[in-house]
């Protein structure tokens, strides 16, 4: 087969358009035929050795201006030449140029019938497979132009809140499930705890929030580790169902202080512990002894009191003024009462901001509110009167640092020469300016030095009082060597839990300081050359107990 002469004319391709915009072979002129040979004359001409017909192809015109006729390029064109030995066309028309440009491109699938006849017309070595270059991301260019259809992009989740942190509290919410408050007040009692939780924007970085239902008996709904997010929380919120019973309320503050609070729940140590009790009505228990036990513990108790009694029904209360003697203080920062349960969403946004107010949450334990500190004085003889009131002066500035009240800090003293007298118990002053006026009044008593029996004294006279949750903390100050042994008593107190710390002045003996003080001896002994020196103290014994405190686990 030959390639032929300029003067044969080509025929138009089966089924393509008369148009010359979609015929893409065009006649050659003998002129550029003759440049093409001229200027490739190391490769001359050869004939195919194959029977068939050797096609001819020929990169299509475009037109160097006019673009609105144009078509996108689908590369070469074939074509062939009729002659006598060229085997009948398929009666059927061949799909033309711009059929098979659709085709490539996916726009539309191919006819029936036209598939095979397009397979014939292109060489089996050459065929491309069908692309979609409409596809976001798909490169026609690539080799083999074998492009495998994309994956569908994974849709990425909503990222979910942390929390808010600069509420990170851990909070128990009892709610009434008793029969007194109705399917329809309960029910809107979920509601009101759901948006509660979306307020608050519960997140492991921010407040933690579970749910305790009580009646006769406490159950708890789901613990603070249960959900770590509002949106999580919300349906658990309205899955609740209403148990019924009595209104409980001091049985299942006692229940949140035993179990609730507890690292398998989810209680996170640093965060403050906050209750807050919805009541409708009134509570058919007593709560005070409860909710003292639960604030010894640490825990800040909010109470929701809805349609409280009037005042004829107070005479039905069981404990008369059950919210004061149950909240940390009465000043109305801890209660809210809401006089109908069809106006309680009022009360959301205040008590949202209560809660959160983590600087007033006051009967959360602290280095500076969970103490019961004894201070055992020397008024022996060698410490004279002016050097008195200096010891005095310093047992003042130590105590003005911490939070004093019954649920907080409690200070106590005791005075020793030979004897020992209790100038003033624990509890005995419930408020920091009674407590520093009642220092201030200790008279020096003048006398030896038995600094041992002093401390036993004290064991018996005021930690054997201490309450339960309050860490024990006794400050020993002497000038001198005592007359009597001073180990044996120190390693008692020692075992009853009692921090000891030792100050000498002056005389004092360097090795019954170090036998008075708790381990290490570096951090709870310290000693002074002039009473004047003691100031210089102050701040680091009230360092060393709040990181000794801060190292222990709360609550």
């Not at 948006?195 to 603070?224: C, H, K, R, W």
């Not at 209403?242 to 409980?248: F, L, T, V």
Request: hydrophobic share 35%; with cysteine; glycine share 6%.
């Amino acid at each position: 087969i030959r390639r032929q002469d300029p003067a044969v004319t080509y025929k138009r391709q089966s089924g393509a358009p008369a148009n010359p915009v979609y015929n893409r072979v065009q006649h050659p002129t003998a002129e550029r035929i003759q440049q093409a040979v001229q200027s490739n004359p190391t490769f001359a001409r050869r004939d195919w050795p194959h029977t068939y017909q050797r096609p001819d192809w020929h990169s299509g015109h475009r037109r160097p201006t006019d673009v609105s006729h144009a078509v996108p390029d689908s590369g070469y064109t074939w074509t062939e030449v009729d002659s006598a030995e060229t085997p009948a066309h398929n009666p059927r028309p061949a799909a033309s140029e711009y059929d098979r440009w659709l085709l490539s491109f996916g726009q539309a699938p191919p006819r029936m019938g036209e598939q095979e006849t397009i397979r014939k017309a292109v060489p089996e070595a050459t065929r491309v497979e069908p692309i979609d270059a409409w596809k976001p991301e798909v490169n026609p260019f690539d080799a083999g132009f074998n492009v495998r259809e994309q994956d569908p992009i994974p849709r990425v989740s909503e990222p979910v809140s942390q929390g808010d942190p600069n509420c990170k509290v851990d909070m128990a919410f009892l709610m009434d499930g008793s029969w007194s408050i109705g399917k329809r007040r309960f029910k809107i009692q979920k509601e009101f705890l759901a948006e509660v939780s979306q307020v608050l924007n519960v997140g492991v970085a921010g407040p933690m929030m579970g749910i305790i239902q009580y009646g006769d008996d406490p159950v708890t709904e789901f613990n603070l580790k249960a959900f770590s997010s509002s949106r999580d929380l919300t349906p658990a919120v309205e899955r609740i169902v209403q148990k019924g019973g009595q209104s409980n309320v001091g049985k299942a503050l006692s229940y949140i202080n035993r179990h609730f609070f507890s690292d398998t729940n989810g209680n996170r140590g640093g965060a403050p512990n906050v209750a807050v009790v919805l009541v409708d009505g009134w509570p058919t228990d007593k709560v005070e002894e409860a909710a003292r036990l639960a604030r010894e513990s640490g825990i800040n108790i909010f109470f929701v009191t809805i349609e409280g009694p009037d005042e004829n029904e107070k005479q039905s209360v069981v404990e008369a003024n059950f919210v004061d003697k149950a909240v940390c203080r009465t000043n109305g920062f801890y209660s809210l009462n809401v006089p109908s349960w069809f106006s309680l969403r009022k009360s959301l946004q205040p008590l949202v901001k209560r809660v959160c107010d983590t600087d007033r949450l006051v009967c959360s334990k602290t280095c500076l509110n969970a103490n019961d500190i004894a201070f055992v004085i020397d008024g022996s003889s060698s410490v004279g009167t002016g050097n008195f009131r200096t010891v005095l002066q310093f047992v003042a500035n130590i105590t003005k640092e911490f939070e004093i009240s019954d649920t907080d800090t409690r200070v106590g003293a005791v005075q020793y020469t030979y004897e020992q007298r209790l100038e003033f118990a624990f509890g005995q002053y419930n408020s920091k300016p009674e407590l520093l006026n009642a220092i201030k009044r200790i008279n020096y008593w003048s006398g030896g030095t038995s600094t041992g029996a002093a401390i036993t004294y004290a064991a018996e006279q005021l930690f054997s009082k201490s309450k339960p949750n309050k860490r024990k903390i006794m400050i020993v100050i002497t000038d001198g060597r005592s007359y009597d042994d001073v180990r044996a008593p120190a390693l008692a107190v020692h075992r009853t839990g009692v921090i000891a710390y030792s100050i000498g002045i002056a005389w004092a003996a360097q090795d019954e300081l170090e036998y008075i003080a708790t381990d290490p001896d570096k951090e709870h002994s310290f000693f002074v050359d002039e009473f004047d020196n003691l100031y210089k103290f102050v701040d680091k014994i009230i360092h060393n107990i709040c990181q000794e405190f801060n190292s222990q686990p709360r609550n």
